[in-house]
């Protein structure tokens, strides 16, 4: 069953369903995409900061797809937000991916606590997509205050913002903020890496089911409507993660699966997260 697509602000269409490759090391990431691509996955998540944009781009190269059949997400990192920085590292981006455009390129934090205003940072996102460098421009890990500067500073809406979303942190707040504005949100870490498998609600859903817990909550994302890119090396879970068309939650699972949220994230928190590579 085909995996649906979401219509972007700017009209530019995405594939619900992709895979991510953080934590993928450099050298098994071309193995790993081409092992999703069999899969049938077209949509591939990486970063500057993951050090293996350019295992994707020999993935691509190798599989014989064509170009406009896969749709390729990377991000600016933390060290480029200054103007010149971010033009120079969206040209590295697309080097590495050996693409002549991105489909989609995000600011992946906002870093408030350096001296470079993301407001800054975001008119230079605003000048590579007027370049052609990306089909769509978004942000990552941005927090309502954050979106808000945008809105009223700029004159370009964010087409997605990519922020931590599972179970036990369903983050309501910022993905209505972006539902409100046109803004799609892109659910990372989908499945807590791991730490919402082992929870009995799931547990329940999924027996009562006949699938997995990964099914179920991956299943729950693609019922609220935000954009999942799960990660696996493994190709019985990359197969696993894939097979979520074939079955439906009903309103009650959805909303006991809602109801586990305890705001308990897995990663960093974007007000204070400023790590440069
Ligand atoms: P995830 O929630 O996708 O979990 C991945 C881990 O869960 C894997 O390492 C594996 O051990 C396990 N797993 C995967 N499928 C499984 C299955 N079916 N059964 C059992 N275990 C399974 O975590 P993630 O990799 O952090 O997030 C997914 C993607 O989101 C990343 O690869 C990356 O592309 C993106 N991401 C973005 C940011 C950001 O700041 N923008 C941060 C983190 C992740």
């Known amino acids: 069953t085909a995996v649906p697509s979401i219509t972007l602000n700017n009209g530019v269409t995405i594939p619900q369903l992709g895979f991510g490759v953080y934590q993928v090391p450099p050298e098994q990431t071309k193995d790993a995409v081409l092992t999703a691509f069999e899969v049938g996955y077209r949509h591939i998540d990486t970063a500057e900061m993951y050090r293996n944009e350019a295992g994707v781009g020999e993935a691509l190269k190798e599989s014989g797809l064509s170009r406009e059949d896969v749709f390729i997400t990377s991000k600016l990192n933390n060290g480029y937000h200054r103007r010149d920085d971010a033009l120079r590292a969206a040209d590295e981006s697309l080097a590495a991916l ?16 350096i001296d470079v205003d993301y407001v800054e940072t975001w008119k230079a996102m605003i000048e590579i997509h007027r370049a052609g ?3 769509a421009i978004g942000v990552s890990n941005f927090q309502v205050p954050h979106l808000r500067r945008l809105l009223d500073e700029t004159e370009v809406v964010p087409a997605v913002n990519q922020i ?7 983050n309501e707040q910022v993905r209505a903020f972006g539902a409100e504005h046109g ?10 890496q791991g730490a919402v498998l082992g929870d009995p ?12 817990t990964a099914q179920v909550t991956l299943r729950w994302h693609i019922q609220r409507g935000d954009i999942v890119f799960p990660k696996s090396v493994t190709r019985s879970r990359v197969e696993e993660n894939f097979a979520l068309f074939d079955f439906e939650l009903s309103d009650e699972d959805m909303d006991a699966i809602t109801g586990l949220n305890r705001d308990q994230r897995t990663g960093p928190d974007p007000d204070v997260f400023d790590y440069i590579p």
């Open 98 to 113: 050996g693409v002549e455009q991105m489909d989609l390129f995000l600011i992946h934090w906002p870093l408030p606590t």
């Open 133 to 135: 460098k990306a089909r």
């Open 164 to 170: 931590e979303v599972h179970p036990y942190l369903t």
């Open 183 to 192: 803004i799609a949100t892109e659910a990372w870490s989908p499945i807590a």
């Open 201 to 212: 609600v799931l547990q329940r859903i999924a027996e009562r089911l006949g699938r997995t």
